[in-house]
């Protein structure tokens, strides 16, 4: 009886003996699979993490680019192909797994392309579309830099590639813009000013520089910033003396305290609009439901601000287009209705009132603090390029 016990028992320890090494086969296959999965998986991540920043710094390069552009006055197809050019430029001095990533060209400006140029209506919408219909309107672009079989080619993988897998195709995405139409303006979340001017100039005036119907007296250098005598192709008018129709007052505004004094004034010029200045307005100056905002008027420009005035003569700052403005003096009360960007060409507060100027030109300005519109209630204002998506 226990000799036939034996062989069972001994061919039992061989069965477990070989189903050990089968298990531990196993289990060398499985952590060999683990370990591959885990060096691939940790490769790809990183890749997609260094594709997502190059996509990040492409948008916003090609967005400035486009968007200095078409605040100067370029053409916006001249400036969407140049932004188009920066978007690869940056996309292309980054590495992405050893690779410096090209980008599909895309001139026609397809949605469904690499680099995409659009406009954002509404900043405010919880979701937003890029519409290309139409390039005067653009404010934003989209870039997509991708490592796949067609473009870049496909992020390698290592170990995966005893199992058939050679590689996996990636791509990130990043959309930036700016805001070109600005209803008002709140305190920048850097807690600086806003350059923000107190005076108006009626509408009128204001259509009539852009439609042409003005002086070209001055130049400004955008090189060195010096204003000179002789014309540089871009209108002036004169901001004060003006007829404003109201009696005492010549188009300086209260933004702020209703009893800004002239050191208030010689402030908000040099140093702009503060947060106090801001609170005076429940923080921030923007227009109503019907796009128009009261200000309080004041007594009007004096010559005690001549010297703050020639100080930033050539720098770039804004002011309020009124439409209307009722009463005399600080009892003048101001219908504004858009904000405009300018810099000051010329200064004279002495002399006969015939002869006192302030001369301004249409100058674009970038403004922290904006608060964006869906309609045009700004011109040559325009908010820094930031990533929206």
Same mark, same amino acid.
């Given at each position: 009886?226990? =000799?036939?016990?034996? *062989?069972?028992?001994?061919? /039992?320890?061989?069965?477990?003996?070989?189903?050990?090494?089968?298990?531990?086969?196993?289990? =060398?296959?499985?952590?060999?699979?683990?370990?591959?999965?885990?060096?691939?998986?940790?490769?790809?991540?990183?890749?997609?993490?260094?594709?997502?920043?190059?996509?990040?710094?492409?948008?916003?390069?090609?967005?400035?680019?486009? !968007?200095?552009?078409?605040?100067?006055?370029?053409? *916006?197809?001249?400036?969407? &192909?140049?932004?188009?050019?920066?978007?690869?430029?940056?996309?292309?001095?980054?590495?992405?797994?050893?690779?410096?990533?090209?980008?599909?060209?895309? &001139?026609?400006?397809?949605?469904?392309?690499? +680099?995409?140029?659009?406009?954002?209506?509404?900043y405010d919408a919880s979701q937003f579309s890029l &519409?290309? #219909?139409?390039?005067?309107?653009?404010?934003?672009?989209? +870039?997509?830099?991708?490592?796949?079989?067609?473009?870049?080619?496909?992020?390698?993988?290592?170990?995966?590639?005893?199992?058939?897998?050679?590689?996996?195709?990636?791509?990130?995405?990043?959309?930036?813009?700016?805001?070109? $139409?600005?209803?008002?303006?709140?305190? *920048?979340?850097?807690?600086?000013?806003?350059?923000?001017?107190?005076?108006?100039?009626?509408?009128?005036?204001?259509?009539?520089?852009?439609?042409?119907?003005?002086?070209?007296?001055?130049?400004?250098?955008?090189?060195?910033?010096?204003?000179?005598?002789?014309?540089?192709?871009?209108?002036?008018?004169?901001?004060? *003396?003006?007829?404003?129709?109201?009696?005492?007052?010549? !188009?300086?505004?209260?933004? @702020?305290? #209703?009893?800004? &004094?002239?050191?208030?004034?010689?402030?908000?010029? +040099?140093?702009?609009?503060?947060?106090?200045?801001?609170?005076?307005?429940?923080?921030?100056?923007?227009?109503?439901?019907?796009?128009?905002?009261?200000?309080? @008027?004041?007594?009007?420009?004096?010559?005690?601000?001549?010297?703050?005035?020639?100080?930033?003569?050539?720098?770039?700052?804004?002011?309020?287009?009124?439409?209307?403005?009722?009463?005399?003096?600080?009892?003048?009360?101001? =219908?504004?209705?858009?904000?405009?960007?300018?810099?000051?060409?010329?200064?004279?507060?002495?002399?006969?009132?015939?002869?006192?100027?302030?001369?301004?030109?249409? #100058?674009?300005?970038?403004?922290? !603090?904006?608060?964006?519109?869906?309609?045009?209630? /700004?011109?040559?204002?325009? /908010?820094?390029?930031?990533? +929206? $998506?």
């Open positions: 009886m226990n =000799t036939r016990i034996r *062989p069972r028992t001994q061919a /039992s320890a061989t069965e477990r003996r070989g189903t050990i090494t089968v298990l531990a086969a196993v289990m =060398t296959i499985v952590m060999l699979g683990m370990v591959a999965f885990s060096v691939d998986l940790g490769y790809v991540l990183s890749n997609k993490q260094e594709l997502q920043r190059t996509a990040d710094a492409a948008a916003m390069a090609a967005c400035w680019e486009f !968007g200095r552009e078409v605040a100067n006055g370029a053409n *916006p197809y001249t400036a969407v &192909s140049d932004g188009r050019g920066e978007a690869a430029t940056y996309a292309n001095v980054n590495t992405i797994g050893g690779v410096n990533p090209a980008l599909a060209e895309n &001139s026609c400006n397809h949605v469904s392309g690499d +680099v995409v140029f659009g406009e954002i209506a509404d &519409s290309t #219909a139409n390039y005067n309107k653009f404010n934003a672009v989209t +870039v997509k830099v991708r490592r796949d079989s067609s473009l870049n080619g496909e992020v390698p993988f290592f170990f995966a590639k005893i199992f058939g897998r050679t590689g996996q195709g990636l791509e990130a995405e990043a959309t930036a813009g700016f805001s070109r $139409k600005v209803k008002g303006f709140t305190t *920048p979340g850097s807690g600086g000013n806003v350059d923000l001017l107190p005076y108006a100039l009626d509408e009128d005036t204001w259509n009539d520089l852009l439609a042409g119907c003005a002086d070209d007296d001055w130049t400004y250098n955008a090189a060195t910033g010096a204003v000179t005598c002789g014309s540089d192709g871009v209108l002036e008018v004169n901001l004060f *003396p003006q007829g404003t129709g109201s009696p005492g007052n010549r !188009g300086t505004v209260d933004i @702020g305290s #209703a009893n800004n &004094s002239t050191a208030d004034i010689a402030r908000q010029i +040099v140093y702009g609009v503060s947060e106090e200045d801001l609170a005076y307005h429940g923080g921030s100056v923007v227009f109503d439901g019907c796009g128009e905002l009261e200000l309080n @008027g004041d007594t009007g420009i004096s010559a005690g601000v001549k010297d703050e005035l020639a100080s930033i003569i050539g720098q770039p700052r804004m002011i309020p287009i009124f439409s209307q403005v009722v009463g005399p003096g600080n009892n003048a009360q101001y =219908t504004i209705v858009k904000w405009a960007g300018i810099r000051i060409m010329e200064v004279k507060l002495t002399g006969p009132m015939k002869q006192k100027r302030v001369i301004v030109q249409p #100058a674009p300005m970038v403004v922290e !603090g904006v608060i964006p519109s869906t309609t045009d209630t /700004s011109d040559y204002v325009y /908010s820094p390029v930031v990533l +929206v $998506k």
